[in-house]
């Protein structure tokens, strides 16, 4: 397989970008108004859950020691390894509480070769994958979202130019501080980054159909229904899924007017 280029990687990311932010906000907001719940103290699924992230704010952007061997290579333009990759997950699983209930991986794997090192890792720790989901959504209606994007730097908070505008023209809502627009959210280069991003999934989407843990999410859908489909394959229907909650934390990170 040939090696996956830097613009891969970031494609890969943008696709996956919008539920990151999805469950770090209700991370925060159940943390917020903890005990709701049916049972005091109880933790539901979703607040039980963390994210690994590859990039900022990850291993990265924390300046661990992987992580300033990560941004050595790709500074110098080169390709992080496998081995360095899953060495920075099984650090977070080995030293970071948070994970200890779950976590979700962002965008990883991309190479069914890293697929299987990830197993073999899980496999020695005595865990093991539960769901890979797969967001399918048609690569015209992506585009056309994506073009319209705009980001918060900082803090990885998105807005959209026609779908959820902020409140003062590319200013963040929240710091005020000024919003960006990627200089390869353009249609042509989103067009032969998805071309790339099919021909390298497919294959891993065949690995985890394989193990029986695959499942595909309609991205394309009401963002009320996605979640609520994303929720479902977590076996929590309910309190995490409620409209309220759902809407208002759609309305923070782009995905609704």
Known sequence: MAPIKDETV???RDLVNKLESRVEQLESKLQQVGGEGP???AKSSTESIRIILMGPPGAVAKKTPLGRDAKKIMDQGGLVSDEIMIEMIKNELDNNIECRNGFILDGFPRTV????????MLKAKQQKLQHALELQIDDGLLVSR???????PASGRSYHKVFNPPKETMKDDVTGEPLIQRSDDNADTLKKRLSTYHDQTSPVVAYYQKTGIWKPIDASQDPNQVWKSIMGVFGERSKASSTTT???LLSKIGLRN
């Open 10 to 12: 970031d494609a890969l």
């Open 39 to 41: 049972t005091r103290g």
């Open 113 to 120: 070769a890293q697929a299987e090192r990830l197993d073999n």
């Open 146 to 152: 994506i073009t319209g994007r705009l980001i918060h």
């Open 246 to 248: 759902t809407s208002s």
